[in-house]
Every structure is written in structure tokens, then in C-alpha cells.
């Protein structure tokens, strides 16, 4: 099975908008952590946000919310006021136990904003 | 400024001659990592370093080796590359310890074979 699932190949928005990128997971370890990265076509991956599994509220990073909902086990990642810029390739990952461990990557979803 | 910096940003190699790409950071990290990311794939890790010590995963093929002479310094290897090793290669860092443990990546290097 999968342990990051994300849904949208692809999504669309209007700049100024908002859009939620979807994000599913499965472990059953108690400590992990959440990851969300952007990757322009450059192909640089960006660190956005980090949410970890004892964190009693939702991360938030500028423009940047994670939609954490433990008990279905989503992570969604919620971009504020779209702006041209973020038009990328945005991952999923997840860390699983504490300290450095490896990251698990989901498939992308590629956002495309529109003028 | 940028903290992981991967040299060259691409690459062209011809069929079965060697080709190293080399990262380094300027953070100090424990943990190095080196990725292998076709096109509009997810990232796959390689192997990685916690600090000398090399761990492998289970599906890199042989063909593909890395060296840390340093803590600033690691290079990937790759000693005969077919066509199917055309990709982007990523390295990061991160910290050995801490909640949050984020990873850091360079730009990456893009790799051509002809």
C-alpha cells in the first residue's frame, strides 16, 4: 500500500484564489512528521511546511496552512491568495519515528495558476 | 545565499562513461542524501549518509556509488550510465536529531546521456 497518496494529477486556479492540494497517508507509528515541498520547473525542491503528529494545531507558514486531520489521516496543504509564482509541482512527504529518517514521497500534484 | 549547492546543473555524459556530481552545504548537517528523480516522477531515494556511515537502499543499482570525503562534501558516482540513468539527481541535507528534521535540497543536477 502507498503510505503518501495524492489524488490530483493536476489542478487549476485563478490567481487571488485559494486552492487545497490533497494529501493521505498511512502509518502506524505514533511519531511522524508531515512534510509539503514545491517544485518549480527549475526542479529546486522547496521546503514549505512541516506538520508533526503531536502538534496540537495546524502548521502555518505565510500563505501556506496544512488542513491536518489525524483521524483520516490527511494532510492537505492550503495555498492562500494564488499568485503566478506558484505554479510548480508541489509533493507530499512523510517522516516516519523520530530524529533523521528517510522521507517517503507522494506522486505531485501540478499547479498550474491562471492571470 | 544557497546552503546545499550541487555541481554541475547539467550534465551530458556519454553511454557508459563515468560521471560524478558532487553536493556540498554550508549548513553543517549530519545527514547527506542523494536522490534520483525522472521526469514527472516522485523523488527516489538513493542512498544516504549519517555522517560516515553509508546506507544503501535495497534497489540502487550497483552502478550507482556515492563518497563523503567530508562533512561538507558528498559525490555521486555513476561508472557506466545507460540511457535509463538520464535524469535529475537531487541532493539534501538535514539534521540527525530534532522534531521537525527537515530536509534541505540543492537545485539539482540534470543529467543527459547520449
Known amino acids: 500500500a502507498q503510505k503518501i497518496t495524492q489524488t490530483q494529477p493536476g489542478m487549476f486556479v485563478q490567481e487571488k484564489e485559494a486552492v487545497t492540494l490533497d494529501c493521505t497517508y498511512d502509518?502506524?507509528?505514533?511519531?511522524?512528521?508531515l512534510f509539503w515541498y514545491k517544485q518549480p520547473s527549475s526542479g529546486e525542491m522547496i521546503f514549505l511546511i512541516y506538520q508533526g503528529s503531536y502538534d496540537q494545531q495546524n502548521a502555518t507558514e505565510g500563505r501556506y496552512s496544512l488542513n491536518f486531520q489525524k483521524a483520516r489521516k490527511s494532510a492537505n496543504l492550503v495555498i492562500s491568495a494564488s499568485q503566478l509564482g506558484d505554479s510548480a509541482m508541489y509533493f507530499c512527504a512523510m517522516r516516519e519515528g523520530q530524529g533523521y529518517s528517510t522521507l517517503t514521497f507522494g506522486k505531485g500534484t501540478m499547479l498550474l495558476v491562471s492571470p | 545565499d544557497a546552503m546545499v549547492i550541487q555541481n554541475p546543473r547539467y550534465q551530458v555524459t556519454q553511454f557508459g562513461k563515468p560521471v560524478t556530481l558532487s553536493c556540498s552545504q554550508t549548513l553543517n548537517h549530519n545527514v547527506m542524501y542523494w536522490y534520483q528523480q525522472k521526469s514527472s516522477q516522485a523523488p527516489k531515494l538513493l542512498f544516504h549518509y549519517y555522517d560516515k556511515d553509508f546506507n544503501n537502499e535495497a534497489d540502487t543499482p550497483d552502478n550507482f556509488q556515492s563518497r563523503r570525503p567530508n562533512t561538507s562534501f558528498c559525490f555521486l558516482d555513476i561508472r557506466s550510465p545507460g540511457l535509463g540513468d538520464a535524469a535529475m539527481y537531487l541532493c539534501a541535507t538535514s539534521r540527525e536529531s530534532g522534531m521537525r528534521n527537515i530536509q534541505y535540497f540543492g537545485a539539482g543536477t540534470r543529467l543527459s546521456v547520449l
Open positions: 502509518t502506524s507509528d505514533p511519531s511522524y512528521g
